[in-house]
Structures are given as structure tokens and as C-alpha cells.
């Protein structure tokens, strides 16, 4: 079987879900599928620049004569509006910013009328390219419940691993704790550099990634005085996040309603606990509070700072949560997701409250 597996490229920017499309790219090819990775680059600013994006995926056809795919696998906005007659969804995240995230801080979208036209165009084109699909699938339950509430569909859960989920390592509880992804505003590491202010042990923090919030985040630890403390390493290879993720007390993940979130299957898989908060969204679906993590209000940097304390302060508990983190992820397998998607194990979809 021929699939092309669709995805949108923000250039010269790498997350989740590029490293999902890749993984899923390579996964079919190790199960001797012929398969293609086909990416378009996406821009929001200025905004005529989400329509032009939209229209050159719509534009694009994978149906022809020749050399045409079997099975197109479209994965987040706008690259399921691709044109196919046998194509499936596995939804990673629509365009959050006139859904989800509308109205508040994080989105450039206000309730004028101009912004409410592209808002309303946005939507209808998410409505179009779900209807037209053979299956729908979402990366979690919360990218699901986003699309039941405003799109008025029930996409089938299907958690998906993260690219190094067979190499990471179990190892001893350290003295650090791990921060690792893009340096993005709805990441909100400065909560971590702002709790660790407030510890009373000397815990340290590395924290590895890349992206816009670098320099506010070092302006942060030199104002509390943190430079012993807290390391930011930047992009490292993947043999060193395997290492920074095996040598870790724990792992810090607490963004704003994330879709699904790499860092807390990884941090589970190599048996660290997480310290997230109760608005993190998807990681919540894995993560229980003094059972394999710790959550904690959104925000409340004491509090986050005293489960530092905690588990720094007994190392017995912190290596029971992580074990326990490990078995909550024992289950994820590619094999399940890959027969899903191609059809081995293919559920229709439909409007809410229809059959």
C-alpha cells in the first residue's frame, strides 16, 4: 500500500507534530509500507497569509492517473483540507487560535468583524475536510472534546508514541529536574525558573530546547540569582535527552491545554515522575496526582516549589512515581496506531448525536 502522510511545516521550526509525521513516516516504512511524507510551510502573519496556506493544500490533489497514494493520512491544520478520495484524519491540533484559544492572551484574534469572518471561514474548511474523511482519529482526548464542541464530530482516540519511545532508559533518581520542548509562551517554563526561587532545597534545573522565549527565560534566572542552578542546554542530540531523561529527579511539563504532549509519555517512559497543573490538558490523561506525578493549581509557583522539596527530599517516593508512570504508558504501541489508520481496524465517524 502507497501512503502519503500530510503534515504542515511551520520553516525553520520543530515540535511535536512534526516529529509525529516523521515517526509516523518511518514506522509505516519499517512495516513495509511504501510511504511519503508530504509537507507544505504554513504561516499566520500578516493574516491573509492562513488563507493562502489553506488554499494551497485545498488545491493539492493526491488522486490521478499515476503514482497517485492509496491512502492519504493528514494530521494537523490545514493539511487535512488535501484532496483524496481514501483519506483519514489523525487530527493532532486545529488552528487553536480561533477555537480554543480565542479571546484569550495567546491568540492574535479579537471579536471584530474582520477577525470574525476569517474565523467562520477557518471553521467551515475544518467542517468541509472532516466530513469528506473516511475516518477520524485524534492524537487525545482533549484534541477530541475540542473537535466534538466545535466541529460537531467524535474522532476516535489514538495515542500516538513519541519518536525515541524504544530508546529511552530507566535510570537513577538525580538531582536535577528536566524541562524539554520549544521555549514557548504556552510552555510556561518561567514557572519552573519561578518555583525553584522558592525551594528550600538545592535542587537544580536543565532545561533543553529552543524557541522564542530563550532570552526572557535568562533574564528570569538572572534576576533571581539562579545561574548555578539552572542550565539551559539548547537543542541537544538525542542521545543526550535519552541521557538528560535516564540521570533526572523528575520532569517539568505544565503548559496551558496541551494536545497531547511528547515529554510526558518520554519522562514515563523513563520512569520520572511529572509536575504538571491541573489546566495542562492532555497530559492529564496520564498523569495522576501522588500516584505517578504531581499536580498542582495553575500558576501556584509555591506549590510547584514545594514538590520540588518533596521529591528531592525522598528519593524513595520520587522512584515509585516514576514506576508507576512506567506501566501507565506499558500499552502504547505503533503496531495499533499504524493498523488503525491503514484500515486494519478502520470505525466510521459521524455528526454528534447522529448514528
Known amino acids: 500500500m502507497r501512503v502519503a502522510v500530510c503534515s504542515t511545516q511551520v520553516p525553520f521550526t520543530t515540535g511535536g507534530a512534526e516529529a509525529l ?3 509516523l513516516h ?3 516504512q519499517k512495516r513495509g509500507f511504501e510511504s511519503a511524507l508530504i509537507t507544505v510551510p504554513f504561516a499566520w502573519v500578516p493574516r491573509l497569509e492562513i488563507v493562502e496556506s489553506a488554499l494551497a493544500w485545498r488545491l493539492l490533489s493526491l488522486d490521478g492517473p499515476a503514482g497517485e497514494p492509496d491512502l492519504v493520512i493528514a494530521t494537523k491544520f490545514p493539511s487535512y483540507l488535501v484532496r483524496h478520495s481514501n483519506k483519514v484524519v489523525w487530527l493532532v491540533h486545529q488552528f487553536r487560535q480561533v477555537y480554543d484559544l480565542l479571546g484569550t492572551s495567546w491568540s492574535d484574534f479579537g471579536r471584530g468583524q474582520r477577525d470574525r469572518r476569517l474565523v467562520e471561514l477557518v471553521r ?3 467542517d468541509r475536510a472532516f466530513a469528506e474523511s473516511r475516518a477520524l482519529y485524534a492524537i487525545s482526548a482533549n484534541v477530541a472534546e475540542r473537535a466534538r464542541r466545535h466541529n460537531g464530530v467524535e474522532p476516535l482516540v489514538l495515542h500516538p508514541p513519541p519518536r525515541l519511545f524504544d530508546r529511552l532508559e530507566t535510570g537513577p533518581t538525580g538531582d536535577y529536574v528536566l524541562a524539554a520542548g520549544r521555549l514557548e509562551e504556552l510552555k510556561r517554563v518561567e514557572l519552573l525558573i519561578e518555583s525553584l526561587s522558592r525551594t528550600t532545597a538545592p535542587v537544580r534545573c536543565t532545561i533543553a530546547g529552543e524557541g522564542p522565549q530563550r532570552d526572557k527565560l535568562i533574564e528570569l534566572i538572572r534576576r533571581h540569582g539562579l545561574e548555578r542552578r539552572v542550565e539551559l ?3 541537544v542530540t538525542d542521545e543526550q535527552l535519552i541521557a538528560l531523561y535516564r540521570d533526572c529527579l523528575a520532569v517539568y511539563y505544565a503548559p496551558y491545554d496541551e494536545d ?4 510526558t509519555v518520554e519522562a514515563f517512559k523513563a520512569a520520572k515522575p511529572i509536575l504538571t497543573a491541573a489546566d495542562s490538558g492532555a497530559v492529564l490523561e496520564l498523569v495522576r496526582h501522588d500516584e505517578n506525578g504531581r499536580v498542582h493549581p495553575p500558576g501556584n509557583a509555591a506549590a510547584f516549589a514545594a514538590s520540588l522539596d518533596l521529591l528531592w527530599q525522598d528519593r524513595q517516593r ?3 512515581l516514576g514506576r508507576r508512570g512506567h506501566d501507565a504508558v506499558a500499552g502504547l504501541s505503533w503496531d495499533r496506531v499504524i ?3 491503514t484500515g486494519e481496524a478502520v470505525a466510521t465517524t459521524s455528526r454528534a448525536g447522529t448514528a
Not at 497531547?260 to 515529554?263: E, K, T
Request: net charge negative; no cysteine; charged share 25%.
Open 26 to 28: 518511518h514506522e509505516l
Open 21 to 23: 509525521a516523521e515517526s
Open 260 to 263: 497531547f504532549g511528547f515529554v
Open 318 to 320: 520520587a522512584a515509585e
Open 233 to 235: 542546554v539548547g537543542r
Open 124 to 126: 467551515a474548511m475544518d
Open 339 to 341: 493498523a488503525a489508520l
